[in-house]
């Protein structure tokens, strides 16, 4: 059949398709509460009886903490393997919440309707995009238009503990030609976008110490080295007059953008005042010669994610104090080496000290960057395959935060992600009132559809 009538068939079933996403939003999968601990059990278990109703061969696998759901279809020749996460946020601050969180509807907005309950973006509605596609294919056609197979998490929002082992553990079987990974969101509002690049990150802590206990500004102010003082002018000197980042060593690793790829930014025409305007800012603050898509997308970065030290309650206290400590974490892009660039921060930090003030690191994560390598002509079908189905051609795009998933998939199996979503800056994910718009969930679902068709 052609690929039109597995079209129609998603325009006719959506809302039954509809159906089926809110029953699984009941479900109070948090993942991070020992209290929900059967709720998450009862999603994995649900989401094996709808792949089993439409002939995967679905199972859940238990793991130390909460099980994954792993299926298998009959379909021959490209094996394309899904990645979603059916475990969701916690919901507080609950009064935040217009509804019950887990008592999900279809809500009329003045954009359009939307499915508004925990979950409903990230990630069980993009997840569902997944199932529903292969649902319509198979009815349509009676099989599968390639070997397609699902791996569902259930820790997802929870640091994903139980998920490195279990791919090393089941690595032959869970091995594809593609991994496709529905986390992510449009550019705007109908811009559709693949993912292929995404930012490492490297945390340190610092902790620098003066003298060997707090003392008064009024006896030891001037005398006395304050290790504020210090630490102050060491996070000061991390960026230069331009943006750069002023750790030796760093930029080794960090590519020039492919012009093809400038030409797709380019062609995306972002605002960047309206981006900044919209949390009350106006000027970009990193490097100056690279436009603000680059610095979010495909430059790297160091950001002091909190500074403090000596007294700070209410009022006033004239202390010097003995200790200052503050939370500094990098992105990295390309090649970046976060384990070279974390000796490197630490000997410059040491080579700032004065003699009287000693430092101690605590180590927060090290993970480099992922770049999906676009060569491999899966993903130019997939790009001409989402410009079909959405207003604007689909874009090859970065992604200024971290999908630990995309890279374990390059780093235990071999296999190259292609990640694709739906969502929209507007969702409310890991936020009251959570939504995902029909149309991002119709659309969805037909777009999978669409690339199914171009990859097979």
């Given amino acids: 059949m052609p690929l039109s009538d597995v079209l129609a068939r998603i325009d006719a079933d959506l809302p039954a398709a509809t159906d089926r996403l809110l029953h699984l939003l009941r479900i109070p999968s948090i993942s991070t509460d020992p209290a929900f601990a059967a709720d998450c059990d009862r999603a994995a278990d649900w989401l094996v009886a709808e792949l089993q109703a439409i002939g995967f061969d679905a199972s859940k696998r238990a793991t ?8 298998h279809g009959d379909g021959e020749g490209i094996h394309l393997m899904f990645y979603g996460h059916y475990d969701v946020q916690p919901v507080d601050p609950l009064d935040l919440w217009d509804r019950d969180p887990f ?67 089941n690595a032959e079987e869970l091995k594809s030609d593609v991994a496709l990974i529905c986390d992510t969101g449009l550019f705007g509002d ?59 060593g760093f930029y080794d690793g960090v590519p020039e953008l492919p012009p093809e790829i ?103 994560g090290a993970s480099p960057a992922s770049q999906m390598e676009i060569g491999d002509p899966a993903f130019e079908k997939a790009r001409a395959a989402l410009s079909d189905e959405w207003p604007n051609p689909a874009a090859y795009v970065g992604c200024g935060g971290s999908i630990p998933i995309a890279g374990y998939f390059k780093t235990y199996l071999g296999t190259d992600a292609m990640l694709i979503g739906f969502g929209k800056d507007d969702d409310q994910i890991h936020s009251p009132n959570e939504k995902y718009d029909v149309e991002s969930f119709h659309k969805g679902i037909r777009s999978w559809a669409r690339i199914l068709d171009a990859l097979s």
Avoid at 143 to 153: G, Y
Avoid at 191 to 207: C, D, K
Avoid at 273 to 298: H, T
């Fill in 64 to 71: 130390p903490g909460h099980p994954m759901v792993v299926a």
């Fill in 262 to 364: 400038a030409a797709q930014w380019q062609a995306l025409d972002f605002d960047h005042s309206a981006f900044l305007g919209e949390v009350g800012l106006a000027k970009p603050a990193g490097e100056q010669d690279r436009s603000a898509l680059e610095m979010i997308w495909s430059r790297p970065t160091c950001e002091v994610n909190g500074i403090w030290g000596g007294y700070t309650g209410e009022g006033f206290k004239t202390v010097l104090p003995s200790q200052a400590h503050a939370k500094i974490s990098f992105r990295l892009v390309g090649t970046q080496d976060p384990h070279k660039i974390r000796e490197s921060f630490r000997a410059y930090v040491q080579s700032m000290l004065p003699p009287d003030c000693t430092v101690d690191f605590k180590a927060h």
């Fill in 103 to 169: 008592d999900p509807q279809i809500e009329d907005t003045a954009r359009g309707k939307v499915i508004r309950g925990r979950g409903s973006s990230d990630d069980k509605g993009q997840l569902m995009t997944f199932v529903e596609a292969c649902r319509a294919w198979k009815a349509v056609n009676g099989s599968l238009p390639a070997k397609i197979s699902f791996f569902f998490e259930g820790e997802e929002e929870s640091g994903s503990p139980s998920l490195v082992p279990f791919m090393q553990e």
């Fill in 190 to 248: 109908s811009t559709p976008a693949i993912v292929t690049m995404l930012r490492g990150l490297l945390g340190e802590e610092l902790t620098i110490t003066g003298p060997a206990k707090d003392l008064h500004s009024g006896m030891y102010g001037g005398a006395a080295m304050n290790p504020i003082r210090v630490l102050s002018k060491i996070i000061a000197a991390l960026h230069d007059d331009t943006g750069r980042i002023t750790v030796p």
